[in-house]
């Protein structure tokens, strides 16, 4: 199992930027990839971004050109830079690691996009 620690969520005006992090631990040698899934009120949750062990990045349409994804090896840490955000942009983001077909999850952090 790999254990997940979110930070760097927060409230920021519309047009700010965030960066949240997320270390793994455990079984870490495991991960295929790693990246984050979003859940508003009263909306499913929603694959944000991604980033594979061979750094290949994924975007949902809605964050395209605004979040960069990263991942630090070394640190065993993955990254979402967030910027010019909107309100829309408000939820809880969920670090997830994948291993194989296995998610295993972190905490969750709220970001709050004000208008």
């Known amino acids: 199992q790999v254990q997940l620690v979110e930070s760097g969520g927060g409230l920021v005006p519309a047009g700010g930027s965030l960066r949240l992090s997320c270390v793994a631990s455990?079984?870490?040698?495991?991960?295929?990839?790693m990246g984050w899934y979003r859940q508003a009120p009263g909306k499913q949750r929603e694959l944000v971004a991604g980033?594979?062990?061979?750094?290949?990045?994924s975007f949902a349409d809605s964050v395209k050109g605004r979040f960069i994804i990263s991942r630090d090896n070394a640190k065993n840490t993955a990254y979402l830079q967030m910027n010019s955000l909107k309100p829309e942009d408000t939820a809880v983001y969920y670090c997830?690691?994948?291993?194989?077909?296995?998610?295993?999850w972190g905490q969750g952090t709220q970001v709050t996009v004000s208008s």
């Open positions: 997830y690691a994948r291993s194989g077909m296995t998610y295993d």
């Open positions: 455990g079984r870490i040698f495991s991960i295929n990839a």
């Open positions: 980033i594979t062990n061979g750094g290949s990045t």
